[in-house]
């Protein structure tokens, strides 16, 4: 990687920092959700980048992928145990970072968000060239059963690439079989789940979030602009939320054909099939051959 794509690296690592913290205070009961996750998208338009996939808050049981509707009223309650998970791409290079806020008057859900924070703190300092993530998903367990909770088995930590959030390594957080070790200069986002059950999500809801992953076979009676708007996006993941100054029915033709092709695909929220409570805590970490450096750290 050269010096200038690290720089880039290095920025969206900083301004998700920023929005992460920003977004760890604005967390509060009888707060919109949807007033959280859009004022960390702008923020993030207003450093001059545009968010990697949309910004999420997922309460309690729901462990990842809760984006709100256009038209989403749900407030944060007391009590709640809430992710926020959001991206940040500066020409290509993107950062990804998470934190869990504990909403509740007794500090219930505090020892939970801290064995996902100390297992991700473990992770961090075995990273290096090489090392097999079957190590690090090993660790990662142990961290969390120390603790007295599992990890979520079936979430993983992943490579990051230009123009794209999910690639190779998968980062587990419990051993597993596979073979896969730490590139060298390469980013990868390592995000341990703690949870109060066995740790198993499945899909649940109505997806919010949708990816662009091949051009349409045929474009007859789609929207021009609506594909357009989708397209322009060069394969990051999307929201309605981004499509408001376009006819809703054109945008939701423009989905479910799109989707039936299978050129679009859809993320409904992740839930713990439990019901149990999930924290999560999400860095960017870049691999350098002679240097770790976590570009999302607090600054």
């Keep these: 990687m050269i010096a ?10 900083r301004i998700a920092s920023q929005c992460r913290e920003w977004a760890r205070t604005a967390i509060q009961p009888g707060v919109r959700l949807r007033d959280v996750l859009e004022g960390i998208e702008e923020r993030i338009r207003a450093a001059g980048a545009i968010p990697a996939f949309p910004a999420q808050t997922s309460r309690n049981h729901i462990a990842a992928h809760y984006c709100s509707s256009p038209e989403d009223e749900t407030v944060y309650e007391e009590g709640d145990c809430v992710k926020v998970d959001l991206g940040v791409c500066v020409e290509g290079a993107i950062a990804d970072t998470a934190c869990t806020v504990d909403l509740s008057s007794d500090g219930r859900w505090g020892d939970l968000i801290k064995a996902s924070s100390d297992a991700l703190a473990t992770a961090i300092s075995m990273v290096e060239p090489g090392r097999p993530t079957a190590e690090i998903g090993a660790a990662v367990e142990r961290v969390i059963q120390s603790a007295g909770f599992e990890p979520v088995r079936n979430l993983t930590g992943h490579g990051l ?5 999910h690639t190779a390594p998968q980062i587990p957080s419990c051993p597993d079989h596979g073979r896969d070790v730490l590139p060298k200069n390469k980013v990868v986002a390592i995000e341990p789940f703690a949870c109060t059950g066995r740790g198993h999500t499945v899909e649940r809801g109505r997806a919010e979030v949708f990816m662009m992953v091949r051009p349409p076979r045929k474009a ?8 357009r708007a989708i397209e322009s996006w060069r394969g990051l993941p999307i929201a309605r939320r ?5 006819d809703r029915d054109a945008v939701e033709d423009a989905f479910g054909k799109l989707a039936r092709q299978a050129s679009l695909l859809r993320f409904p929220p992740l839930v713990e099939q ?4 999930v924290a999560q805590t999400e860095h960017s970490i870049f691999v350098g051959e002679d240097a770790v450096e976590v570009l999302t750290a607090a600054v």
């Design 220 to 227: 007859k009676g789609l929207d021009k602009g609506v594909l």
């Design 4 to 13: 200038t794509e690290l720089d880039n690296w290095r920025r969206a690592g």
């Design 274 to 277: 439990e019901g149990v409570m």
């Design 161 to 165: 690439d230009r123009w794209t959030v």
């Design 242 to 246: 981004y499509f408001e100054e376009f």
